[in-house]
């Protein structure tokens, strides 16, 4: 980032994802948040590749984001989308706007420049967090999804909760999210469950789960550095099968 002016600073963001226990090949690397824009006190404006104001709303309340646990298997619109203008308000006394529109594609169907909209409302009073948000046609034609979530840290918890639905022309599902996260000095014990049919609605085949149930302990090995387990039972909404996981890793930020 850097100023342009007094009162306009440019920014730009270029994410990428290396897999290093996948296969060789392309998979190893993966695109994620990349965009370049300009803030000041108008708010923010940037283009590029960006994670839709609909999935970044959940925040922190998925606490077993990017694991097997994570919430994308159980709902939609965990979307990063292509091609995205997105508009962020400032921040007015713990209110925030975010709105986003995503040109689509396909010429002479769908090529205008906001064939697909997201936009969330939030809103932050102390250890409070609240939001709403809705997409249309974010992720296909007649795809749409509202989203409201819940935030609430007190003391040593984090609590959270999400409601979902979903609409799918003919097709529609919803669900619910409750997660739980305690920290006592350096360890962290979390536990997240799930009950959704967004499965029902047929927006992506990624999303299975009708169930979801999750456990976590992190133990904290330096100021950028913690070591983790996890267990996730999760059951397949179309078959009733139950699929079984289990994970330890080791995550350094830097």
Do not use: C
């Not at 404006?45 to 922190?60: A, I």
């Not at 936009?119 to 007649?142: M, N, P, R, V």
């Not at 795809?143 to 409201?148: C, E, H, P, Q």
């Not at 799930?194 to 499965?199: E, Q």
């Amino acid at each position: 980032k850097g100023a342009v002016t007094d009162a306009l600073e440019g920014f730009y963001t270029y994410e990428w994802e290396v897999d290093v226990a996948d296969n060789s090949g392309s998979d190893n690397l993966k695109s994620r948040n990349q965009v370049i824009g300009v803030r000041g006190a108008f708010g923010e404006v940037f283009l590029g590749r960006h994670d839709t104001p609909t999935k970044s709303l959940q925040k922190k309340i998925d606490i077993f984001g990017d694991l097997s646990g994570d919430i994308k298997h159980s709902f939609n619109a965990e979307k990063r989308a292509s091609n995205i203008v997105q508009y962020s308000t400032p921040n007015m006394s713990g209110f925030k706007i975010k709105a986003a529109l995503v040109p689509g594609e396909t010429t002479g169907t769908n090529d205008g420049l906001a064939d697909g909209t997201s936009i969330a409302f939030e809103y932050k009073l102390a250890d409070l967090d609240l939001g709403i948000s809705f997409d249309t046609d974010i992720e296909g034609a007649g795809v749409d999804t509202s989203r409201f979530i819940a935030q609430y840290k007190i003391d040593a918890w984090r609590l959270g909760f999400m409601y979902q639905s979903t609409d799918n022309i003919d097709a529609n599902g919803d669900g619910m999210m409750v997660s739980a996260k305690y920290t006592n000095g350096n360890n962290v014990y979390k536990i997240q469950t799930i009950n959704s049919d967004v499965w029902e609605a047929g927006v992506s085949s990624k999303i299975k789960y009708s169930s979801q149930t999750s456990l976590g302990y992190d133990h904290k090995l330096g100021k950028k550095m913690k070591a983790f387990g996890y267990y996730t039972l999760g059951e397949v909404g179309a078959t009733g099968n139950d699929d079984s996981i289990f994970g330890v890793g080791l995550e350094l930020k830097f």
